[in-house]
Structure formats: structure tokens, C-alpha cells
């Protein structure tokens, strides 16, 4: 099949391995394979599942017009992936300029680029699958560049030449450069030449275009069909990943696709389903920072409060080091640490209900017994950093409490309790010991407030990772639930519920870098601390009004 913007080239594998000692015959049995007459198809999804139920043993070569690899990469992606099996070369024209190729490589393909020496929307490119051997050469013929691959397959060598015309270039330059670089040209024993020379060689009144149709013509082995059809991807489609280029935020690209969801008319929709199940998967490949965001995000986020909290730690036990910052730092601890209990305590039937969403979510595509399972593990890593954190907290502050204080009443000095200055000095002579044990304790309780307030931020990234994989499986039967609700809606919801999690995700990272920031000069930062750790309980975990 061949026309503007799509051409295709089939030979069979089989037969050329068998035949190879006699080329004049594999030319025959090429001849016979090629289709002579141009067919006409309403997208490129049938053009695909014709080939895949066909005999696919062969070498695919294809062409696309891309009009910016940069604004359709996406869409080149879904189409690779959907008929990676029967695409062993594809070819590209007006690629555009390329700054950097690794943002544009496709698995499991080698990647070769033939930047325009004209204007910044024209470009050539050619991907090749790496089981394949491939020689390639850029050629220069006066202001043209030309983009060839020598391909060795079973002992038969194939030349694939990608060639361009810009409309704005002078139509007798370029024709004479052809012929000069096909004049100059070292053929293979099988030649196949791809590209959109943007002239329309049907007019027969064109003196231009019947030298140039005497050019192809008269080179031996040439494959060549003509068609005036013009009709251009974007012009046959109305898709999703369409002018989304890769962001260097996330949120941004999420952003991007549900503003496109939103502005995609319900005509056509019918022919985009296969674009649409893809589309989550290869917006992951064209951003590598959606790529690894599932993994990276809750390790980060975890390890981070673990540091926090054994910082904390840390940080108060040098305080009890220092009698002279005992009293002043002590109190900030206590508020920050009550603040926060009380406002746990107050709301435990949200955190209730949080954890409770998480099986309801579950239960359309996992049985009792996964769900179950799920829960349990849940809760035994929860129960593993409950016990970690207070046992650490314990036995980092309550040793350095109880010596300090010890050393204080053997002293005889006035701070001879754990917190000087909470109790005014008369009682002191009269309940010294239920004091001293009473304080005592409560040091003790701080250790596992602290490990219980780290818990529920803990628990964050874990629900939500189990929220990320529930959607995962959503996607999994995306085209199952599209035959319910129309396809736009349905991945729209999905997409909007992927951008609220991750927007969560990084508004919480955000905080923390704002607590880390803190350089604990003056006295401003305690509260700043305060009210950051606050407001990140209050908002994403406790989600109060």
C-alpha cells in the first residue's frame, strides 16, 4: 500500500532465503509481492490489522509524513506498539529539528536522523529494529541532504534511501540533485526508496514532472506507486496525544491530556479507541519522569520522614547534652508533639475512612482473599514502622532523660526535674518523686507520639501506591469498560485520578523540603515548623475543612 504520507514495502523473508543464489528470480517473486494498485483505507488501524492477519514473515518498511516528531511521538508510539511485529523499518519525513534523539527513541529500535539544512520543520529520520544490520550514510548533493540505510538480511543487501522535498524548495534543484545522487548511487540488489517530494506527478501537463517520472522510471528494480491522495494524519484524526510534547513536569503533562480530553469532539471516537488504550503506557515512555515516578516517589517519600523523625531524635538528645537549651526546646518539642496527637485523635474516623476506601476501590478486581492479603501486609509494614520508630525514639530520649535528671538530683541543683520550670518550685519538696515519675513518662509517650504521627505519614504513599495499582488494573480493562460508557469519559476519570494523587504526592515533597529548609536560626522557624507539619497532617491526611 502507498500514498502521501503512508508507504509501505513487503518482501517475503521465506522465499528470499530459500531462492537466495538466484536474484533474477527473488526479483521476480519481489514483483509479484508488491501491490501494483494503490489501496485506500479509512485509518491506519486497518491498514495494521490487515497485515497482522496476513502472513507477517517478511521485511516491513513503512513511511509516515509526521509533520513534527516532537507533537506526534506519542501517536508514532501507540502505532509501534500496536504492530511492532510486522515494522522492521520506519521512515519519517518532516520530523522537524531534533535536539536530543534519546527523547525520541523507541524500544527495541536503532535510531538514525537527517537534519534539514533548510528550515527547521523539515528533517528525515529512519528507525530499525536492532536484530537487523545496518550500514547508514547521509549523502550531499548541492543544498540536499539525503538519508540511506544498507540493510544485510540473509545474505541480500537492501538499500532503503529516506528523500525530501520542502514545498518552498525550487522543484528544478531538487530534481536535478535526485538524479544526481541516484546517478552516483551504488545499488544493492534490492532498492526501495520513501519519502514525500511534495510534487504532484499525475499532472501530465508538467514538463518537471515527466523528468522526473523518466528519473524513477528508469532505474532498474525500483519500486514506485503514484496516487494524488493527500490526505495527512492529523487532517484523518482527531487524537489525544496530539501537540503534547513532553513536559518537565508530570502534573503539567497529565494537565495537557485532560485538556485535550476536554476539547476532543465526539466524532471519530470510534477510531481512536486502540490510541486511547495506549495512551497511559506511552506517556509513560515519552516521559521518563512519569517512567520511574511510581517507584522513586514513595522510597523518597518514606525515607524521608524516617530521616525526619530520627533527626528529631537525634537533635533532641543533643539538647538534653546542653541543660542551658533543655528547658526552651523541650517546650516546643511537647506542643508540636500534643498539637499534633490531639488533632489525630480528634479525627481517627477519617484516618478510619481513608484506610477503608482502599477495599472498596479493590473489590471490582480483586477476590476477598487478594484484598485481604493486601491488608495485611499493609499492616504488618505499618506495625514494622511503628515498632522501629518507637522502640528508636524510646531508647534514644528516655536514657538521656532520666541520667540528666538523675545528675540533677544528685546535684541537688535547682532544674532536678526532667522539665524545669513546668511545675512552680514550692511543690517541689512536698510531691518530688510523683513529679519526677510523671514527667518521666511522659518523655516516654513523646517517643511513640512522634513514631505514631510518622505512621500516618508513612501510611500516605502506601495507600496511594494501592490507589496507583487499582488504576493499573483499570487500564488493564480499559477496553472492557469503554463498552459501558464512552471511551473519552472513561479515560478522562482515570487520568484526573492519576493527576490528583500525583499532585498530592508532590505537594507533600514540597512541604517537606520547606521543613528542611528551615536553618533553625532565631526563633521564627520553630513555628514555621509547626504550622508546616499542621497543615501537612490537616490536608493530607486528615483532610479537615
Same mark, same amino acid.
Given at each position: 500500500?502507498?500514498?502521501?504520507?503512508?508507504?509501505?514495502?513487503?518482501?517475503?523473508?521465506?522465499?528470499?532465503?530459500?531462492?537466495?543464489?538466484?536474484?533474477?528470480?527473488?526479483?521476480?517473486?519481489?514483483?509479484?509481492?508488491?501491490?501494483?494498485?494503490?489501496?485506500?483505507?479509512?485509518?491506519?488501524?486497518?491498514?495494521?490489522?490487515?497485515?497482522?492477519?496476513?502472513?507477517?514473515?517478511?521485511?516491513?518498511?513503512?513511511?509516515?509524513?509526521?509533520?513534527?516528531?516532537?507533537?506526534?511521538?506519542?501517536?508514532?508510539?501507540?502505532?509501534?506498539?500496536?504492530?511492532?511485529?510486522?515494522?522492521?523499518?520506519?521512515?519519517?519525513?518532516?520530523?522537524?529539528?531534533?535536539?536530543?534523539?534519546?527523547?525520541?527513541?523507541?524500544?527495541?529500535?536503532?535510531?538514525?536522523?537527517?537534519?534539514?539544512?533548510?528550515?527547521?520543520?523539515?528533517?528525515?529520520?529512519?528507525?530499525?529494529?536492532?536484530?537487523?544490520?545496518?550500514?547508514?550514510?547521509?549523502?550531499?548533493?548541492?543544498?540536499?541532504?539525503?538519508?540511506?540505510?544498507?540493510?544485510?538480511?540473509?545474505?541480500?543487501?537492501?538499500?532503503?534511501?529516506?528523500?525530501?522535498?520542502?514545498?518552498?524548495?525550487?522543484?528544478?534543484?531538487?530534481?536535478?540533485?535526485?538524479?544526481?545522487?541516484?546517478?552516483?548511487?551504488?545499488?544493492?540488489?534490492?532498492?526501495?526508496?520513501?519519502?514525500?517530494?511534495?510534487?504532484?506527478?499525475?499532472?501530465?501537463?508538467?514538463?518537471?514532472?515527466?523528468?522526473?517520472?523518466?528519473?524513477?522510471?528508469?532505474?532498474?528494480?525500483?519500486?514506485?506507486?503514484?496516487?494524488?491522495?493527500?490526505?495527512?494524519?492529523?487532517?484523518?484524526?482527531?487524537?489525544?496525544?496530539?501537540?503534547?510534547?513532553?513536559?518537565?513536569?508530570?502534573?503539567?503533562?497529565?494537565?495537557?491530556?485532560?485538556?485535550?480530553?476536554?476539547?476532543?469532539?465526539?466524532?471519530?471516537?470510534?477510531?481512536?479507541?486502540?490510541?486511547?488504550?495506549?495512551?497511559?503506557?506511552?506517556?509513560?515512555?515519552?516521559?521518563?519522569?512519569?517512567?520511574? &515516578?511510581?517507584?522513586?516517589?514513595?522510597? !523518597? +517519600?518514606?525515607?524521608? %520522614?524516617? $530521616?525526619?523523625?530520627?533527626? =528529631?531524635?537525634?537533635? *533532641?538528645?543533643?539538647?538534653?547534652?546542653?541543660?542551658?537549651? &533543655?528547658?526552651?526546646?523541650?517546650?516546643? !518539642? +511537647?506542643?508540636?508533639? %500534643?498539637? $499534633?496527637?490531639?488533632?489525630? =485523635?480528634?479525627?481517627? *474516623?477519617?484516618?478510619?475512612?481513608?484506610?477503608?476506601?482502599?477495599?472498596?476501590?479493590?473489590?471490582?478486581?480483586?477476590?476477598?482473599?487478594?484484598?485481604?492479603?493486601?491488608?495485611?501486609?499493609?499492616?504488618?509494614?505499618?506495625?514494622?514502622?511503628?515498632?522501629?520508630?518507637?522502640?528508636?525514639?524510646?531508647?534514644?530520649?528516655?536514657?538521656?532523660?532520666?541520667?540528666?535528671?538523675?545528675?540533677?538530683?544528685?546535684?541537688?541543683?535547682?532544674?532536678?526535674?526532667?522539665?524545669?520550670?513546668?511545675?512552680?518550685?514550692?511543690?517541689?519538696?512536698?510531691?518530688?518523686?510523683?513529679?519526677?515519675?510523671?514527667?518521666?513518662?511522659?518523655?516516654?509517650?513523646?517517643?511513640?507520639?512522634?513514631?505514631?504521627?510518622?505512621?500516618?505519614?508513612?501510611?500516605?504513599?502506601?495507600?496511594?501506591?494501592?490507589?496507583?495499582?487499582?488504576?493499573?488494573?483499570?487500564?488493564?480493562?480499559?477496553?472492557?469498560?469503554?463498552?459501558?460508557?464512552?471511551?473519552?469519559?472513561?479515560?478522562?476519570?482515570?487520568?484526573?485520578?492519576?493527576?490528583?494523587?500525583?499532585?498530592?504526592?508532590?505537594?507533600?515533597?514540597?512541604?517537606?523540603?520547606?521543613?528542611?529548609?528551615?536553618?533553625?536560626?532565631?526563633?521564627?522557624?520553630?513555628?514555621?515548623?509547626?504550622?508546616?507539619?499542621?497543615?501537612?497532617?490537616?490536608?493530607?491526611?486528615?483532610?479537615?475543612?
Amino acid at each position: 500500500m502507498y500514498s502521501s504520507g503512508l508507504h509501505c514495502f513487503s518482501a517475503n523473508e521465506c522465499k528470499v532465503r530459500k531462492y537466495a543464489n538466484n536474484l533474477n528470480f527473488i526479483m521476480d517473486l519481489v514483483d509479484e509481492s508488491v501491490e501494483k494498485e494503490t489501496k485506500n483505507y479509512q485509518c491506519i488501524e486497518d491498514y495494521l490489522a490487515e497485515q497482522r492477519e496476513g502472513d507477517i514473515c517478511g521485511l516491513g518498511v513503512i513511511h509516515f509524513n509526521i509533520r513534527s516528531l516532537q507533537r506526534h511521538y506519542d501517536e508514532l508510539l501507540v502505532y509501534v506498539q500496536s504492530a511492532k511485529e510486522i515494522l522492521n523499518v520506519i521512515v519519517l519525513s518532516e520530523t522537524g529539528k531534533i535536539e536530543n534523539l534519546h527523547d525520541f527513541q523507541i524500544p527495541g529500535y536503532n535510531i538514525y536522523y537527517n537534519e534539514s539544512c533548510h528550515n527547521k520543520c523539515d528533517g528525515t529520520l529512519i528507525y530499525i529494529k536492532t536484530c537487523i544490520s545496518a550500514n547508514v550514510k547521509i549523502t550531499n548533493v548541492d543544498n540536499y541532504k539525503f538519508l540511506r540505510v544498507t540493510l544485510f538480511e540473509n545474505g541480500i543487501k537492501i538499500g532503503i534511501s529516506a528523500i525530501y522535498r520542502s514545498p518552498s524548495m525550487d522543484v528544478d534543484d531538487y530534481i536535478n540533485s535526485l538524479d544526481e545522487y541516484l546517478n552516483d548511487l551504488k545499488t544493492e540488489d534490492m532498492e526501495i526508496y520513501l519519502g514525500d517530494i511534495n510534487i504532484d506527478l499525475l499532472k501530465q501537463d508538467n514538463k518537471e514532472n515527466k523528468y522526473l517520472k523518466e528519473i524513477l522510471t528508469e532505474k532498474d528494480n525500483l519500486i514506485c506507486q503514484i496516487t494524488s491522495e493527500n490526505r495527512r494524519l492529523q487532517e484523518q484524526y482527531e487524537l489525544i496525544t496530539s501537540n503534547i510534547a513532553p513536559k518537565d513536569s508530570i502534573v503539567d503533562t497529565l494537565d495537557s491530556v485532560v485538556k485535550r480530553l476536554d476539547h476532543l469532539e465526539e466524532k471519530g471516537c470510534n477510531r481512536i479507541l486502540m490510541i486511547m488504550t495506549g495512551c497511559w503506557d506511552q506517556l509513560g515512555i515519552s516521559n521518563r519522569i512519569l517512567n520511574v &515516578l511510581y517507584k522513586t516517589y514513595g522510597m !523518597l +517519600l518514606e525515607s524521608t %520522614f524516617t $530521616l525526619f523523625t530520627l533527626s =528529631l531524635s537525634i537533635g *533532641v538528645k543533643y539538647v538534653f547534652h546542653d541543660s542551658r537549651k &533543655l528547658n526552651g526546646h523541650l517546650q516546643f !518539642l +511537647l506542643v508540636y508533639i %500534643f498539637c $499534633l496527637w490531639k488533632m489525630a =485523635l480528634a479525627h481517627s *474516623v477519617r484516618i478510619k475512612d481513608l484506610v477503608g476506601e482502599i477495599p472498596v476501590i479493590e473489590e471490582t478486581f480483586f477476590g476477598d482473599e487478594k484484598t485481604e492479603a493486601v491488608h495485611l501486609k499493609v499492616s504488618s509494614y505499618n506495625h514494622k514502622i511503628f515498632t522501629f520508630l518507637g522502640v528508636a525514639g524510646f531508647c534514644t530520649i528516655l536514657p538521656f532523660v532520666v541520667l540528666e535528671a538523675l545528675s540533677f538530683k544528685e546535684m541537688k541543683a535547682r532544674q532536678e526535674l526532667v522539665f524545669s520550670g513546668y511545675f512552680p518550685s514550692y511543690i517541689l519538696d512536698n510531691c518530688f518523686g510523683v513529679v519526677f515519675v510523671y514527667q518521666v513518662w511522659n518523655g516516654t509517650l513523646a517517643a511513640i507520639y512522634i513514631s505514631c504521627f510518622d505512621t500516618l505519614f508513612n501510611g500516605l504513599p502506601i495507600f496511594i501506591f494501592l490507589r496507583l495499582k487499582v488504576l493499573g488494573k483499570k487500564f488493564e480493562r480499559f477496553e472492557e469498560l469503554c463498552q459501558m460508557q464512552n471511551p473519552k469519559i472513561v479515560l478522562r476519570s482515570l487520568v484526573i485520578e492519576h493527576l490528583d494523587i500525583i499532585r498530592s504526592l508532590v505537594e507533600v515533597s514540597r512541604g517537606l523540603e520547606d521543613i528542611e529548609n528551615g536553618n533553625g536560626n532565631g526563633g521564627g522557624w520553630k513555628n514555621r515548623i509547626l504550622h508546616k507539619l499542621g497543615e501537612l497532617l490537616k490536608t493530607h491526611v486528615l483532610k479537615l475543612d
